[in-house]
């Protein structure tokens, strides 16, 4: 490839690089070379290896081999993240960072806060916050609002703030967009391409293959800890893309098997709950996908977490096979057979310390304890053994931590601690958040084979495509509300943003 011979015209290379995890060889040989003013896509599958190359490059992690040269000047021994910061290097992590209970300027501000007089200088802190947040076109989030009052999206914004408070050289961006609106995301790259112009480098990672081409200039490719190809993103196809990164063709990103619609399963009245769901009404059957669409904000995930017990509801029925359902608390809901996979993996779907087999076992205890309340170790393997090959888990054993899992193998977890129970009703809030290409197709599988056995599978997501490539009927949500109602095989993306913008006038 005629890319780049000339070595110092590079704002980063990387050559050989190789890391270990007890179990696992995280890289092996990977290169990596990125200019200055230019956007690369990273891309690779779930467990490729991506976030622990850009770990390397930003010093959290220390590389077992392998050069680093950051404009031009090459690394000698291990690299710390306080290095990296001096040479201009600022990653954002895949998952959020953000202190929950702490305001948004101190979330900016962790680590290297402004003090004057030997006290904190809260009022500087706040108002270089607000400036920060004002260059992102954010001027409506006061910088002592508390973090975890804040939605994903919203806090993600905080995160992008933050990286760029440092003066960045190189940005890495670990799936920035993968929790933002529609809205958020324009913005995000109206920044991106700014910050391209003043000169930064950029490493853009990022499962939202479709999204691209907007910002990309160069892609480079790994697959299974190895280093693939790189070049022009213009050089390439989406399917040669993708058949880089998988190894394979993917023939069908959405396959949808049809099922004839069978009898009423659930029903919801006229459901309340706190500002977020204001009245919302709707009934799902046998043998269908129901897709809830809408804007960031609108109420879909609220309403989820009200069916499910985990918030209050202030008003309306949950009705499931024509009985009406008192659910006070998820546990409630999961006996009565509906089950949630939340948005948000690392706060509500998984315990990040816990081992892969607690994680799934533990919500699953009364079906694998015998009598007298030991766990029965055969019929708790069987189950972890179903979760792994149904969904192919790429963990070293059932025993790691969950938390050392990449995002997108992470995200598989909390789905496998579901399939284990016999549910009624299986909701998923953004699903495929963060999972890679071909692993977003085993999860539309598994959500194929439930609709098969009859279960309603209710989908919870912001990506257009997905949601009309696998629903069997599309609701729209505003403001509270259900305010259409579209057939997802004959509907136009059009359609469904009209029904997502029609706020209500009664307020
Ligand atoms: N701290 C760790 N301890 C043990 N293994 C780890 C650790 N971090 C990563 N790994 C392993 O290294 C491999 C690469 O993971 P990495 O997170 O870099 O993948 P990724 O390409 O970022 O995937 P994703 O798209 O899912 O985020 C995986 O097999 C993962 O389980
Ligand atoms: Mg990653």
């Known amino acids: 490839m005629e890319r780049g011979q000339n070595m110092s015209e590079y704002a980063v290379s990387m050559e050989h690089i190789t890391k270990t995890f007890p179990g696992v060889k995280a890289l092996d040989d990977v290169q990596l070379h990125l200019r200055t003013g230019e956007v690369m896509a990273l891309l690779g599958e779930n467990g490729a290896g991506k976030s622990t190359l850009m770990k390397i490059l930003s010093g959290v992690y220390t590389r077992d081999s392998g050069d680093i040269t950051i404009f031009g000047h090459k690394v000698e021994g291990d690299l710390n993240t306080k290095q990296a910061q001096e040479l201009g290097v600022a990653i954002i992590h895949q998952e959020l960072n953000m202190c929950q209970h702490l305001t948004v300027a101190n979330n900016m501000f962790l680590g290297r806060e402004i ?8 009022a500087e802190m706040n108002r270089q916050a607000v400036e920060q947040l004002a260059k992102l076109g954010i001027h409506d989030l006061a910088p002592d609002t508390i973090v975890g009052d804040l939605p994903v999206g919203r806090q993600q914004m905080v995160e992008i703030a933050k990286a760029l408070l440092v003066n960045a050289k190189v940005l890495v961006m670990d799936e920035p967009s993968s929790a933002l609106s529609n809205a958020e995301i324009e913005e995000m790259f109206r920044i991106v391409k700014e910050l391209r112009s003043q000169g930064c480098a950029i490493v853009y990672i990022s499962h939202r293959l ?3 081409h907007h910002i990309v200039d160069s892609v480079t490719i790994m697959r299974d800890g190895h280093y693939i190809t790189e070049g022009k993103f213009t050089d390439f196809t989406m399917e040669q893309i993708i058949a880089n990164m ?5 023939t069908n990103q959405f396959p949808r098997d049809t099922v004839e619609r069978g009898k009423k399963v659930l029903e919801v009245r006229h459901l309340k709950a706190g500002r977020a769901v204001k009245d919302v009404s709707f009934e799902a059957y046998e043998g269908e996908v129901l897709g809830f669409s809408g804007l960031v904000g609108a109420g879909r995930t609220e309403t989820m977490r009200a069916i499910f017990g985990a918030d209050l509801k202030d008003g309306g029925e949950v009705i499931l096979d024509g009985k009406s359902l008192t659910i006070h608390s998820p546990a409630d809901a999961i006996k009565q057979g509906i089950v949630l996979a939340p948005e948000d993996r690392k706060k509500d779907g998984l315990c990040t310390k816990l081992s892969i087999r607690d994680n799934i076992a533990l919500p699953n205890l009364d079906l694998i304890c015998s009598q007298i309340g030991t766990v029965l170790r055969k019929k708790e393997n069987t189950m972890i053994e179903k979760g792994k090959s149904s969904l192919t888990i790429k963990m070293s054993s059932a025993d790691v931590e969950a938390g050392s899992l990449s995002g997108g193998n992470q995200q598989k977890v909390v789905v496998a601690k579901w399939l284990a129970r016999n549910s009624r009703v299986v909701i998923f809030d953004e699903p495929t958040r963060g999972i890679d290409v071909a692993a977003k197709v085993e999860i539309y599988q598994i959500i194929n084979q439930l609709k098969k056995a009859g279960i309603v599978v209710i989908i919870v997501s912001s990506e257009l495509p997905e949601v009309m490539g696998i629903s069997d009927r599309i609701l729209v949500m505003c403001n509270g509300r259900i305010t259409g109602e579209v057939d997802p095989r004959s509907t136009t ?15």
């Open 246 to 250: 998988v190894g394979r063709e993917i």
């Open 210 to 212: 479709q999204e691209l």
């Open 115 to 122: 003090v004057k007089g030997g006290r904190l200088d809260t």
């Open 493 to 507: 993306e059009q359609e469904i943003m009209t029904y997502a913008t029609q706020f209500g006038s009664n307020e």
